[in-house]
């Protein structure tokens, strides 16, 4: 089977940690790489969780390097009311014993992009401030990269204000520049994210499946369906997860090319994704894929039998 090199490029984060632990078992995946970024948490935990998360799940291996403190222009803002402080909804993880990496996230991304020779494909699942430097410092990165996934943005609606999702909101000078570099994106946005969610059933039920990463699955959500269940919802959107699922096999995704830009001013609508999808205007540029629609049975059992290989 001829593999995807992929990098995941995350802030864990709850469901930053599910897509970890489905990636791990996602059999056309060569993981080279985690990166991480401040977002959910600050980056000393970000980078702490997937190192701790990786060594749980048997993925020591996977090096982890560590990036941006906080957005390109911008102080940080976190989400502690569904990840928690420490980014694990209080789940404690035994410290990882693997290799402290110390190049920078940036210089990973641009390195192992060469050493794959055009064929890595980037998935972006935290603000998109390490790949907004990794763009800046290396003008020629955008030909080693076969494409970028990414979950963030909304053709329609928003998360952490009613215009913008969280992961764009918190860095859109970076996301913008992802977006204008030519690189093929895929935008996982909120458009199919809240409807590739998992219930409290099916959690429970991969909770139930006696392998400690199930296990793990299933504790770090508990938080998170909390929060959601304040908002009068049964299930967790499993945003994170969704983006690598795509990255994995898009068949039981649909979506549009259309153009998008991010609105880095606007004072109702900072961080908004303006796309042209539902607009006879149309943007000059159409390099990004948005993800509208999945099959969510298939999500589920995809996600389900993901999960039992681990027992
Ligand atoms: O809006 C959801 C996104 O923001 C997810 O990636 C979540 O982990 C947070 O980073
Ligand atoms: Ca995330």
Redesign the pocket.
Known sequence: MNKIPVIIDC?P????TMALILANKIENFDLLAVTTVA??VICDYTFQNARNVLSYIGAEHVPVYKGAAKPMMRELKT?PHV?GVDGLAGVELPQSSAPVETEAAWDAIYRIAKEQNGELVLIA???MTNVALALTKYNDLPKYIKRIVI??GAAIGG??TPAA???IYVDPEAAELMFTSGIPIVMCG?DV?MKAYLTDAEIERIGSMGSKEAKLFHDVEQKALGFYRTLGMNYVAA??PTAVLFASDDSIFTGEEAGVHVETKGKLTLGKTVTDLYSDAQFDDHFVFIVTDVDRDAFVKKVTQLMESYS
């Open positions: 802030d984060g709850t469901d930053d977002g959910n989400a990840h699942v935290g603000p979950m963030g998360n952490v999702e969280f992961n909120l994210t945003h994170d």
